[in-house]
């Protein structure tokens, strides 16, 4: 059984950084990608980043790119995000996913609970 926890989510003034971790426990880590994202009250859940199973390669939405940075250590089956410069907008909660190397939400299989981030102005 897979089961994916994050972590890391909290109260934060705009401009400031937090960073986000998720644990995977099972098989599926092994899985091609690994990927965050994240639904704001009222929105629909939107893709944020997504990181090959090698670490080479990750993917941005156009809005987090240049301020959110990805990172997997498969030794230890966990994902960061790292999140920098935040903004008001980027209030929400934010969801680890473990699937293939895209950027939909039906292209990821196992989703963890998900953790609040708030970003006050």
């Known amino acids: 059984q897979v089961q994916l926890v994050e972590s890391g989510g909290g109260l934060v003034q705009a401009g400031g950084s937090l960073r986000l971790s998720c644990v995977a426990s099972?098989?599926?880590?092994?899985?091609?990608?690994m990927g965050w994202f994240r639904q704001a009250p009222g929105k629909e859940r939107e893709f944020v980043a997504t990181?090959?199973?090698?670490?080479?390669?990750?993917r941005y939405a156009d809005t987090v790119s240049g301020r959110f940075t990805i990172s997997r250590d498969n030794a230890k089956n966990t994902v960061a995000l790292q999140m920098n410069s935040l903004k008001p907008e980027d209030t929400a909660v934010y969801y680890c996913?473990?699937?293939?190397?895209?950027?939909?939400?039906?292209?990821?299989?196992?989703w963890g609970q998900g953790t609040q981030v708030t970003v006050s102005s």
């Open positions: 990181i090959i199973r090698s670490g080479d390669s990750a």
């Open positions: 099972g098989r599926a880590f092994n899985m091609p990608a």
């Open positions: 996913a473990l699937g293939s190397w895209g950027m939909t939400r039906r292209e990821y299989n196992y």
